[in-house]
Nanobody, 121 residues
Framework: QLVESGGGLVQAGGSLRLSCAATLRHFSLSDMGWYRQPLEKQREFVAAISRGGDTTYADSVKGRFTISRDNAQNTLYLQMDSLTVEDAAVYYC?????????????????WGRGTQVTVSS
C-alpha cells in the first residue's frame, strides 16, 4: 500500500515536500519513482531513484525537484522547489518498478491514490 501526502496550495516560486509511505516488505531493495497527472492530461514521469540511490529526472523538473528515500522509514520523498503553475497536478508514487540506465519503468500494480498540488500565479 502506498500513501502519498504533502500536497496542497502554494504560490508560484514556493516549495512543497511530498511523501510516500509504503507498506512494503523489501522497500530498501526497490526502485521507485514519482509521476504526475495534470488536469485533463496524461500521467507523466517526474523522477525516480534506484535501490542504490541513483536518480533521474524529467527535463521539466531537473534542478528544481529532488527525489530521496528513507529506507528505515519506508518512505519516498519529493522535494519541489521553485514551483510553477505548470507543476500543478496530482502526484503519484510508484514502487517496485525497474530503474535501468537512467530510465524508470513503473510497476503497473503499485500506484498510490495521489496527492494534489495546486500552484497559484
Amino acid at each position: 500500500q502506498l500513501v502519498e501526502s504533502g500536497g496542497g496550495l502554494v504560490q508560484a516560486g514556493g516549495s512543497l515536500r511530498l511523501s510516500c509511505a509504503a507498506t512494503l516488505r523489501h522497500f530498501s531493495l526497490s526502485d521507485m519513482g514519482w509521476y504526475r497527472q495534470p488536469l485533463e492530461k496524461q500521467r507523466e514521469f517526474v523522477a525516480a531513484i534506484s535501490r542504490g540511490g541513483d536518480t533521474t529526472y524529467a527535463d521539466s523538473v531537473k534542478g528544481r525537484f529532488t527525489i530521496s528515500r528513507d529506507n528505515a522509514q519506508n518512505t519516498l520523498y519529493l522535494q519541489m522547489d521553485s514551483l510553477t503553475v505548470e507543476d500543478a497536478a496530482v502526484y503519484y508514487c510508484n514502487v517496485g518498478g525497474t530503474y535501468y540506465r537512467g530510465t524508470y519503468i513503473p510497476n503497473p500494480r503499485s500506484w498510490g491514490r495521489g496527492t494534489q498540488v495546486t500552484v497559484s500565479s
